[in-house]
């Protein structure tokens, strides 16, 4: 097991211990600490169990602003805009647009809301180690912001040639 590998099983163990009180705190902080009014394409994620909660966000984009969410095609991260979270679907661990959702141009996204197990001080991130979000980031042009739980701070995460950092982190 290489060091990513050792940082990531404790990492989801450290989250995966969060009560569900804190994990509410983070929601509620995150709404209120993420400003999005310079922003009007927002691609963000529909976050998992463990994950600070996006849900509630991505119902106020998709009333206020134009929202896509990703899908994963052969590891490829794919936008599609989304006009009700309702129409989501469960594939794999993830929820994706379904299949007739419009997929956005790149140029057209101008916030990408990136989650991660954990992110350290100079915007690198600790995913599954797919790669999916770093080759997605080095296509856009826009700006990137990492959301974290902030006990999911890491000091330092190793980088590798292909890591992409972000252009900051909200640790709510």
């Not at 600490?33 to 991505?58: C, G, P, R």
């Amino acid at each position: 097991m290489d060091i990513k590998d050792t940082l990531r099983k404790d990492f989801i163990a450290k989250r995966k211990m969060l009560s569900k009180r804190r994990k509410h705190q983070a929601k509620q902080t995150l709404f209120e600490k993420l400003h999005l009014s310079h922003f009007q394409t927002i691609l963000s994620y529909a976050s998992m169990e463990d994950e600070v909660d996006t849900w509630e966000l991505n119902h106020w984009i998709c009333e206020n602003r134009t929202l896509c969410i990703p899908k994963v095609e052969h590891h490829d991260l794919i936008p599609c805009r989304v006009t009700d979270m309702a129409h989501l679907h469960k594939k794999k661990r993830f929820f994706e647009p379904n299949e007739n959702s419009k997929v956005v141009d790149l140029d057209a996204i101008d916030l990408v809301l990136v989650p991660g197990i954990c992110f350290d001080e100079n915007g690198y991130r600790l995913g599954f180690g797919y790669g999916i979000y770093d080759r997605f980031l080095k296509q856009i042009r826009c700006k990137t912001i990492g959301i974290c739980f902030y006990e999911l701070k890491a000091k330092h995460i190793p980088k590798e040639i292909h890591d992409v950092s972000v252009d900051g982190v909200l640790f709510v």
